[in-house]
Nanobody, 120 residues
């Protein structure tokens, strides 16, 4: 069981920046992938950015060029740097960790979520 603790959300004006942090209860080197999802009111949860253990990353089209996912293995922490924020980025952001077990069974773990509000 991986426990994830997020921090860094808040209220920011459009065009501003925020950095989200997610610290895992175990070494992130042992985790296959970590990422950030978000869920706005009335909408489905969607992937924002993810980083695989190899270091490969993928981003939602809406995040490309504005958001950057990174990690600090020594701190067991993954970050999401969000720049040029827009009101439509307003959502609860969730940290996600993925581990694959036997027969490639996927296990997803979630943080409690952190609110990001971008004012116009």
């Amino acid at each position: 069981q991986v426990q994830l603790v997020e921090s860094g959300g808040g209220l920011v004006q459009a065009g501003g920046s925020l950095r989200l942090s997610c610290t895992a209860s175990e070494s992130i080197v042992s985790i296959n992938a970590m990422g950030w999802y978000r869920q706005a009111p009335g909408k489905q949860r969607e992937l924002v950015a993810a980083m695989w253990r190899s270091g490969a990353t993928n981003y939602a089209d809406s995040a490309k060029g504005r958001f950057t996912i990174s990690r600090d293995n020594a701190e067991n922490t993954v970050y999401l740097q969000m720049d040029s924020l827009k009101p439509e980025d307003t959502a609860v952001y969730y940290c996600n960790a993925v581990k694959f077990g036997s027969a490639l069974k996927r296990y997803d773990y979630w943080g409690q979520g952190t609110q990001v509000t971008v004012s116009s």
